[in-house]
């Protein structure tokens, strides 16, 4: 059996596009909680009544008309449908990107069909898509979607941003200094030695993506770093410093910006020397306390893999990790 890839284009394409993702969304427990949402208010709705909700949503949420958005399908030479890709900009910007790569926002393929190659398939497509763009393409993967992740890896996509949370418990114990260092608030005449080692490694996320001259990227990070300096009563920027003073590392947090219970890391940052000590476990354990007393549920932050911490060690501490974001780099 033969099978090819190509663009949705008629109302039985898209019909079918839709069917599939509202019965993949029944199908799994990680989307199904949406499914939840959408008929708390109504119950006794049938079926049929919550796919057309779910439609609705999609399209709503989704600009599919878009001429550099995209629905691919894949299908057997007798025209069976098997699966689906949908792509487009991703609708959301992290500080680090300077542009906006094309996203996947969902790619399956039916039961029947799968072990195949036809994910494969479609990533083939998208990506030549991506390509005609000339930008990076991108995804987000769940932690236990294996099969998923080993296809990514294989196709040349790499682990970009982890996004990892953790509540705050009353009970938890707090650190504040300790090994021969001290963790204490920022002062000002620290700001620019504590900038210096921020921008270096910020320009690093940002050559992640593409690359990019420095003062294109300093203006980024200038900018980064104002928007939060609006409002310092919001935000707490700490150092930890050894009994002689020297800079050991630093951290910055502040409101997450999408739910008011949750604080966001902007920066954790490790001087080079100090990366085996128990630094980044102080800084962590102090910036948690600030949070508690100033009212946050919920410690968030999004984990670059330039970043000078990798995930086992937040999964050591207790930090859940959702999933992935990974991209793979296309742009010429």
């Known amino acids: 059996m033969n099978f090819v890839a190509r663009r949705a284009e008629s109302k039985e394409d898209m019909d079918f596009f839709f069917k599939l993702s509202f019965d993949t969304m029944m199908a799994t427990e990680n989307r199904r909680s949406f499914y939840g949402?959408?008929?708390?208010?109504?119950?006794?709705?049938?079926?049929?009544?919550?796919?057309?909700?779910?439609?609705?949503?999609?399209?709503?949420?989704?600009?599919?008309?878009?001429?550099?958005?995209?629905?691919?399908?894949?299908e057997t030479n007798d025209g069976e449908y098997c699966?689906?890709?949908?792509?487009?900009?991703?609708?959301?910007?992290?500080?680090?990107?300077?542009?906006?790569?094309?996203?996947?926002?969902?790619?399956?393929?039916?039961?029947?069909?799968?072990?195949?190659?036809?994910?494969?398939?479609?990533?083939?497509?998208?990506?030549?898509?991506?390509r005609e763009l000339n930008v990076n393409i991108g995804l987000f993967v769940h932690a236990d979607?294996?099969?998923?992740?080993?296809?990514?890896?294989?196709?040349g996509y790499r682990i970009k941003v982890i996004p990892i949370s953790r509540k705050l418990e009353r009970g938890n114990q707090e650190i504040i200094h300790g090994d021969g260092f001290l963790v204490r608030k920022e002062q000002v005449d620290e700001?620019?030695?504590?900038?210096?080692?921020?921008?270096?490694?910020f320009k690093r996320k940002v050559r992640f993506s593409l690359d990019a001259d420095d003062e294109v990227m300093k203006k980024?990070?200038?900018?980064?770093?104002?928007?939060?300096?609006?409002?310092?009563?919001?935000h707490q920027r700490l150092v930890a410093l050894t009994n002689t003073s020297e800079l050991a590392g630093s951290v910055w947090a502040g409101p997450s910006g999408f739910n008011e219970k949750v604080v966001m890391i902007y920066e954790l940052s490790i001087c080079s020397n100090f990366s085996d000590s128990s630094v980044s476990e102080l800084l962590i354990?102090?910036?948690?306390?600030?949070?508690?007393?100033?009212?946050?549920?919920?410690?968030?932050?999004?984990?670059?893999?330039?970043?000078?911490?990798?995930?086992?060690?937040?999964?050591s501490k207790g930090f859940m990790v959702p999933g992935f974001f990974m991209e793979k780099r296309l742009k010429t």
């Open 285 to 315: 354990s102090s910036i948690e306390k600030w949070a508690k007393e100033e009212g946050f549920s919920t410690i968030y932050i999004l984990l670059h893999s330039e970043d000078d911490l990798d995930v086992e060690f937040f999964r």
């Open 37 to 74: 949402e959408m008929i708390k208010n109504r119950p006794d709705a049938s079926d049929d009544e919550i796919f057309e909700l779910h439609r609705k949503e999609v399209e709503e949420y989704f600009d599919f008309t878009s001429p550099s958005a995209r629905v691919l399908l894949v």
């Open 83 to 130: 699966g689906y890709l949908w792509m487009g900009p991703r609708n959301s910007e992290d500080i680090w990107d300077l542009e906006r790569p094309q996203w996947i926002y969902d790619i399956v393929v039916s039961p029947e069909f799968q072990s195949r190659g036809l994910g494969k398939l479609l990533l083939q497509q998208a990506e030549d898509f991506a």
């Open 220 to 234: 980024r990070y200038e900018e980064h770093v104002s928007k939060y300096a609006k409002e310092p009563e919001k």
């Open 191 to 201: 700001s620019n030695p504590v900038q210096k080692i921020e921008f270096e490694r």
């Open 145 to 155: 979607n294996a099969s998923a992740l080993a296809l990514y890896n294989r196709t």
